[in-house]
Nanobody, 122 residues
Framework: QVHLVESGGGSVQAGGSLRLSCASS????????MGWFRQAPGKEREGIAT???????RYAESVKGRFTIFKDNAKNIMYLQMRSLKPEDTAMYYC????????????????WGQGTQVTVPS
C-alpha cells in the first residue's frame, strides 16, 4: 500500500510563508511525476505545481513566482515553499504521485496523501 504523508500546514498571515513537505516510505519519487494540489471548500481540486522524474517543473498561473516545488530524491521528500501567501491560497493541500509526463490534473495522479490544511486569514 502506497503512503504519502504531508506536513507543514498551518495558519499564517497574508504575506507570510510556509513550507510543506511530502514523504513516503513506500513510493520512490524519482520514478514518478510528483505534484502538489489543493482544494478549497466548494471548489474542485486544482493542480498547482508538479515536478517530473527528469526535473521538469510546471506551475499554475495562480502560484507562479510565489511557490517553489523541489524534491530530495535521496531522502524521498518533496517540498512546496510558499511565499507571499494570500487569503485565496487557503485550502487543503495534497501531495500526489502519477505517471511520468501526465498533465497537471487530479485525475491523472493515482496516489494521494491525506492532505494538510493551509489557512491565510483575510
Amino acid at each position: 500500500q502506497v503512503h504519502l504523508v504531508e506536513s507543514g500546514g498551518g495558519s499564517v498571515q497574508a504575506g507570510g510563508s510556509l513550507r510543506l513537505s511530502c514523504a513516503s516510505s513506500t513510493l520512490t519519487f524519482s520514478n514518478y511525476q510528483m505534484g502538489w494540489f489543493r482544494q478549497a471548500p466548494g471548489k474542485e481540486r486544482e493542480g498547482i505545481a508538479t515536478i517530473d522524474s527528469d526535473g521538469t517543473i510546471r506551475y499554475a498561473e495562480s502560484v507562479k513566482g510565489r511557490f517553489t516545488i523541489f524534491k530530495d530524491n535521496a531522502k524521498n521528500i518533496m517540498y512546496l515553499q510558499m511565499r507571499s501567501l494570500k487569503p485565496e491560497d487557503t485550502a487543503m493541500y495534497y501531495c500526489a504521485a502519477g505517471p511520468v509526463g501526465v498533465k497537471m490534473v487530479a485525475a491523472s495522479f493515482g496516489y494521494w496523501g491525506q492532505g494538510t490544511q493551509v489557512t491565510v486569514p483575510s
